[in-house]
């Protein structure tokens, strides 16, 4: 039976014609329109898939009788135990993870067997009572240094493995004589099952952390400079526009809400980030805690941002005359910072390193500097009522906004330094 060969469209062959092109994008696009929509179910799905791949794994030294027989039931159980506490949605938590439980199982394996060895050594009442005496003395200080908040945040893992291994190896020598086989023989499985959770995590389609902060941080300026357009934009909307008059401050506020609540997964994307090795775009020194230092400034713009409802939630109707003759040099003002929220954002997506001192920060004072004649002494002389002090908030805050972004610009800056952004 004969072979078909088929030939592989090329640029110019194959489809020659452009419409027969345009054709097979249109065709395609529905399928990427549904993996962009459902990117993270996807990506859900593929993580179960490799947990589920590598406890079967691991679980062949219980469906392959030689293993079996050679390993023993109570080893065998140490694999499984490994790969269901150590499999992680991202790469680097899995690493790190698994490196926190090599190092408290080595540590509390290790001093687990001088503890037995050295009851043993004592011999009669004396072993259980060398073996409890340790128990409490290594289980409670471990403990307590679990309650402190440094160690608590990155290695609380690793101590609470350590107490778990000194407690069941140190407790074994009672009962066992080769406490050191038995000892050699877990760490054996451990590593065994990491080796497992490593393998599937790395090179079956990987979930990096890294990518997901990068991502999170640059959808942040997107999001707060679409929220300074709303906002200023239903500021100074007429009263009798009911249509549409609420969406933009709702949508505006609901992004700045995500973004102050993002700083605990912050945290942790960057830990996982710190772990991964050298992929793609991103090195092994990539500076991370750059990101956090971004985080925190988008925080506070975000925080700011929220601080105009108050502007927003005032009656039009009083000095009407006074809000008109303020809405070109707000809108300018307010089109200034999202501008420049967008190009920052733009920096990093593309990695690239941005003019904060030749183009953004000139270009925030000269917007700083239209909001303080705006703010004239013979302006102020009539924000003696409620609605004058909102206008006065109003012009205010955005002068805050725009001093905050020009500190951002030169973090953003600083970390196109640190991780060799490329040149505009």
Request: hydrophobic share 45%.
């Amino acid at each position: 039976m004969g072979s078909t060969v088929i030939p592989i469209p090329d640029g110019d062959q194959g489809f020659g014609d452009l419409k027969e092109r345009r054709k097979f994008q249109v065709s395609l696009s529905p399928i990427v329109s549904f993996v962009q929509k459902n990117k993270n179910s996807i990506k859900k799905i593929i993580h179960c898939i490799k947990v589920g791949t590598a406890l079967v794994l691991v679980s062949l030294v219980y469906f392959v009788d030689r293993l079996y027989k050679e390993i023993g039931d109570d080893n065998a159980m140490w694999a499984i135990m490994t790969v269901v506490v150590i499999f992680e949605f991202h790469a680097g938590a899995t690493l790190g993870k698994g490196f926190y439980r090599g190092i408290g199982t080595v540590l509390g394996g290790g001093l687990g067997c001088i503890a037995a060895i050295l009851g043993e050594q004592v011999g009669g009442i004396g072993n259980p009572f060398i073996v409890g005496v340790s128990l409490f003395i290594f289980g409670g200080a471990a403990t307590y240094a679990r309650l402190i908040p440094n160690i608590k945040k990155r290695y609380d893992y690793g101590v609470m493995i350590f107490i778990l291994t000194f407690n069941l190896v140190s407790v074994s020598g009672i009962r066992e004589e080769n406490v050191m086989e038995i000892a050699r023989e877990r760490l054996v499985m451990i590593v065994m099952g990491f080796a497992i959770c490593i393998c599937t995590s790395l090179f079956f389609f990987p979930t990096w952390a890294s990518d997901e902060i990068h991502n999170s941080t640059v959808s942040k300026f997107e999001d707060l400079a679409s929220s300074i357009e709303g906002c200023v934009e239903e500021y100074f909307r007429l009263v009798g526009d009911k249509e549409n008059q609420s969406v933009h401050p709702i949508a505006s506020f609901r992004n700045c809400i995500s973004v102050l609540n993002s700083k605990a997964k912050d945290e942790s994307l960057v830990n996982f980030a710190k772990w991964e090795p050298w992929h793609g775009k991103f090195g092994l020194f990539h500076p991370w805690e750059k990101y956090q230092k971004i985080g925190e400034v988008l925080r506070e713009l975000a925080a700011t941002i929220l601080s105009l409802k108050g502007s927003l939630n005032s009656s039009k109707e009083p000095l009407k005359a006074l809000r008109e003759s303020i809405k070109e040099p707000c809108e300018a003002a307010g089109s200034s910072l999202a501008w420049t929220l967008r190009e920052l954002g733009e920096s990093i997506k593309k990695m690239r390193r941005c003019q904060s001192e030749t183009l953004i920060v000139p270009k925030l004072k000269l917007a700083r500097q239209g909001l303080s004649q705006v703010m004239s002494p013979f302006k102020l002389g009539k924000l003696d009522t409620a609605e004058g002090l909102a206008i006065a908030c109003f012009v205010f805050s955005l002068m805050e906004l725009a001093e905050k972004l020009e500190g951002l610009a030169r973090e953003v800056e600083e970390l196109g330094e640190l991780a060799a952004f490329n040149r505009s």
